[in-house]
């Protein structure tokens, strides 16, 4: 009788030291993430040194989960903010502070242009050329070719605050604003720039619809009777 009951009590015996393990496995979770949410010092774990190994690596994982999620957003921040600050950074006092400065217009696209000493970057609204112009080879060869004309792709970083109109017109509008500051840079660029036509702004844009008409000279079918 004296062995069935010692039988009986081994089980229940291991059974209060499993919970007793899980809760202080729990406590320890809640007072590691309370301490890391308050301190914001370190979020690793306190890893009991006699605990078991699975609640060791059950720590360890609620450890790097925190520390993920609560470092994921602030690298997204730096991303989307890095280049803004990089062009508060380069442009003291703004655009109209700037000394080699262009504007361009095309149709009803308006582009200021500053150029700075650098190593040939195109920044476009706080955007690189490629993301802003959405990787069109076409329009991106409108922004550089300016400055390949003359060779100078690496010597000038580009700036450009440009508004209205759709990518195309303000692509070309960079144009020319590109090239009007590279006059201001230096005289000697005029006739190189003159001489491709890079200097004459495009005055071309979509002519207004008429009265009795059905777009700008398009006239409705004439009926004698």
């Known amino acids: 009788m004296a062995g069935h009951a010692l039988a009986l009590s081994v ?54 989960a925190m520390a993920s ?14 280049l803004e600050q990089w062009v508060r950074q380069m442009l003291p006092g703004g655009f109209a502070a700037q000394r080699l400065i262009g504007t361009g217009r095309r149709k009803t696209a308006v582009a200021r242009v500053v150029l700075i000493d650098g ?4 920044i476009i609204n706080n955007r690189t050329a490629q993301d802003y112009l959405q990787g069109n080879p076409v329009w991106l060869q409108y922004v ?11 010597k000038y970083d580009v700036i450009v605050r440009t508004e ?22 230096n005289q000697a660029n005029r006739d190189p720039l003159k001489k491709q036509g890079l200097l004459t702004r495009d005055s071309r844009k979509v002519e207004r619809k008429k009265y009795g008409l059905l777009k700008a000279r398009k006239a409705p079918q004439y009926s004698k009777r």
């Open 144 to 154: 550089k070719y300016p400055l390949a004309s003359l060779g100078y792709e690496s």
């Open 164 to 185: 209205g109109g759709g990518l195309s017109a303000q692509a070309q509008a960079i144009l020319l604003g590109i090239a009007r500051a590279l006059i201001v840079a």
């Open 119 to 122: 190593t040939g970057q195109i």
């Open 11 to 64: 089980p229940f015996a291991s059974l209060s030291l499993q919970e007793t393990n899980m809760t202080c496995f729990t406590s320890s979770s809640a007072s590691v993430a309370k301490r890391s949410f308050l301190s914001g010092v370190s979020l690793r774990p306190c890893v009991v040194v006699n605990a078991p190994l699975r609640m060791r690596k059950a720590q360890s994982v609620v450890g790097l």
């Open 69 to 82: 999620a609560a470092a994921a957003p602030a690298i997204t921040e730096e991303g989307e903010g890095s």
